[in-house]
């Protein structure tokens, strides 16, 4: 592993202390200790680069406190502890999904520019561009006859 790795390892850990924490109390900074570990060590056995893997995380924690959250709002205090963290799960689950791809996403198209930049060629254009006409491609009108 790298020295970026442990570092990834380190923040994600550390906020899922926090997040967990925020949730859950003491048990949700264990849950969240566990969860920020587990997946950071995973991230990096599999060449995940470490600012992906942190943007992830941190993204899939902050969904699950934003859920757990409005939750909170809605309810009475202490009065729902089990719907907070349900609705924190579910929301760090979707947040999680949706930070990944767009991470992929974002994350491939910058590779893709990379590669074309190495190999010489211009950068794709984006849209749908319309070639322009080369003289034998011009249907024929009556004035060329």
């Known amino acids: 592993m790298r020295l970026s790795d442990y570092f990834s390892i380190a923040v994600n850990a550390g906020f899922g202390v926090i997040t967990g924490w925020l949730i859950a109390g003491s048990v949700g900074s264990i849950i969240g200790l566990v969860l920020g570990l587990v997946f950071s060590v995973f991230a990096a056995r599999s060449n995940v680069r470490p600012g992906i893997a942190m943007t992830v995380f941190v993204g899939a924690m902050a969904g699950g406190l934003i859920g757990s959250s409005v939750v909170s709002t809605i309810c009475l205090p202490d009065s729902c502890t089990g719907l907070e963290i349900s609705a924190g799960v579910v929301t760090a689950i979707a947040s999680f999904v949706g930070v990944g ?11 893709e520019y990379n590669e074309r930049e190495d190999a010489g060629l211009p950068p794709t254009s984006v849209g749908c561009e319309v070639p322009q006409e080369t003289p034998d491609d011009r249907p024929q009108t009556s004035d060329d006859r």
Request: aromatic share 10%; glycine share 0%; hydrophobic share 65%.
């Open 101 to 111: 791809i767009v991470a992929a996403l974002v994350t491939r198209s910058f590779d």
